[in-house]
């Protein structure tokens, strides 16, 4: 099946709502693949997906195991299923979303309790701008202090922190919960 424009154009679209992410910097890119990562257990390139975006200029044609990749990120099979049955999709990941905390719904000094498994729990505060600070961390690798910024916490998915600062260490990307995701995300304000 030839790639349609528009059928890229919507999974472009619905890899941005999964990830709660706007593909718009070289950062923004750099996150994808680790999401890419995690979920599929495969690796695209940082400059395979900013062809695939338009962020630089490249091939006319986009091979199929990649578009695959990015459709299995979204909860497909490949890209056949993908372009069969993405207009059926909306229920399905509104259903996921639904259980969601969108940081930019929080304001500044809102705190956010988390829990993953196994036993794992941390306090974070909202700084702002969809930045949270480390309150407090029970049994998990997160340190009081520890800064990062990230834009949705999803009930039952891995939380990818990114810009994850600790100390003078320069920013990295920070995953918690792998393994079942998260068990707890609860706004609490102070």
């Known amino acids: 099946m030839t790639p349609n424009e528009n059928d890229i154009l919507t999974l472009r679209s619905m890899v941005e709502e999964s990830v709660s992410r706007k593909m718009k910097t070289p ?3 750099q996150f994808l693949t680790g ?20 962020y630089i200029d490249g091939y006319d044609t986009t091979r199929y195991s990649t578009l695959s990749v990015l459709a299995r990120c979204v909860g ?4 056949d299923d993908f372009c069969e049955n993405h207009n059926r999709a909306g ?17 500044v000094g809102d705190c956010v309790n988390i829990s993953w498994s196994p036993d794992r729990r941390v306090q974070l505060e909202h700084l702002g701008n969809e930045r949270f600070e480390v309150l407090r961390s ?7 202090g520890d800064t990062f910024h990230c834009t949705c916490f999803i009930l039952g998915e891995p939380l990818y922190l990114d810009n994850f600062v600790r100390g003078a260490n320069p920013p990295t990307l920070f995953v918690v919960g792998n393994k079942g995701g998260l068990t707890e995300v609860r706004r609490k304000r102070e």
């Open 27 to 29: 950062a923004d890119f």
């Open 35 to 54: 999401v890419i990562q995690e979920r599929c257990k495969e690796t695209l390139g940082v400059t395979t997906l900013k062809r695939i975006w338009g």
């Open 76 to 79: 497909f099979h490949d890209w």
């Open 91 to 107: 229920e399905s990941s509104n259903m996921v979303l639904g259980r969601a905390l969108n940081a930019a719904s929080l304001d």
């Open 138 to 144: 029970e049994n998990s690798k997160l340190k009081p």
